[in-house]
């Protein structure tokens, strides 16, 4: 709406020579101060700073290239602990869920897509078990092609599997990967963040080049900041080139940034047994 009130307030111009915009300092400024916020959050969103010290042992599990994933394999837990992995987002490609039960037998995976056409219990390997359920902001049910989709929530989705922990949580759900984020930071049962569930967070961040999409840029900077001060630090920041393109982002009103739209991101929690020192 705010974006919105100013393009109608700069149209208000006498002959196009913009003497309304310039006669006028506040709204002046309130355009140029959100032109160079939202600038500089796109830029600050598509340069996710690494902490190279957030994980002593990282590995690319499932396939090089879309797929696969860097794994931070030192925060999951020993063999002689339980250990569970939400996979969300199959499609056809579970080189990721093979490739964690082959080195990690004592994890087990609990894998959801309800675009794929399997049925619930149909599982793909002992250890991987299969939901034929979505993942949003809110339970939900959608019709996509003329076939229904049930939609639940990710802390709908624990209390139904009756889990409390999630040792590794991979979104791998394109552009709603957000919602199911903000539904782990704004969710009342997890409203400190020194209470979430999760120790290891792999998600898949789109990213326009617009610099002018304030919804979906605040919404991003809004959990990229909560996961921070959860505790959570990026120790993997990978250009998902197939099916990503690169793109300029301006960062100033003289300069731009050369950057991939689409990131796969992957946070850890910088205490080294989270899991084990919350319990």
């Not at 409203?191 to 991003?220: C, G, M, N």
Request: aromatic share 12%; with cysteine; proline share 4%.
């Amino acid at each position: 709406k705010i974006k919105l009130y100013i393009e109608q307030e700069l149209s208000r111009t006498d002959g196009g020579d913009g003497s309304y915009y310039r006669s006028n300092p506040l709204l002046q400024r309130i355009h140029d101060r959100m032109f160079h916020t939202i600038s500089d959050a796109s830029a600050s969103l598509m340069h996710l700073t690494l902490d190279t010290s957030a994980c002593d042992s990282m590995s690319r599990y499932g396939h090089w290239d879309d797929g696969g994933w860097n794994l931070c394999a030192s925060s999951l837990p020993p063999a002689d602990q339980p250990c569970v992995v939400y996979s969300f987002g199959i499609n056809k490609d579970t080189s990721f869920d093979f490739d964690f039960v082959r080195r990690h037998p004592h994890c087990t995976i609990y894998a959801f897509d309800p675009s794929i056409g399997r049925e619930t219990g149909d599982d793909f390997h002992p250890r991987i078990k299969f939901f034929n359920v979505g993942v949003s902001g809110k339970a939900k049910t959608e019709e996509v092609n003329g076939v229904v989709r049930e939609m639940m929530t990710l802390e709908g989705v624990m209390s139904m599997l009756g889990h409390e922990w999630l040792d590794v949580l991979k979104i791998d759900i394109e552009k709603s990967g957000l919602h199911v984020l903000g539904d782990l930071v704004t969710s009342k049962k997890w409203v400190h963040v020194e209470l979430w569930p999760v120790t290891q967070i792999l998600a898949e961040f789109h990213f326009s080049p617009d610099a002018i999409e304030f919804e979906k840029i605040a919404r991003s900077m809004y959990l990229l900041g909560a996961l921070e001060k959860g505790g959570y630090r990026v120790f993997s920041r990978d250009e998902d080139r197939p099916f990503s393109y690169p793109v300029n982002i301006q960062v100033s009103n003289s300069s731009h940034a050369r950057v991939h739209h689409v990131l796969e991101v992957g946070f850890v929690h910088s205490a080294k047994y989270y899991k084990k020192a919350l319990r």
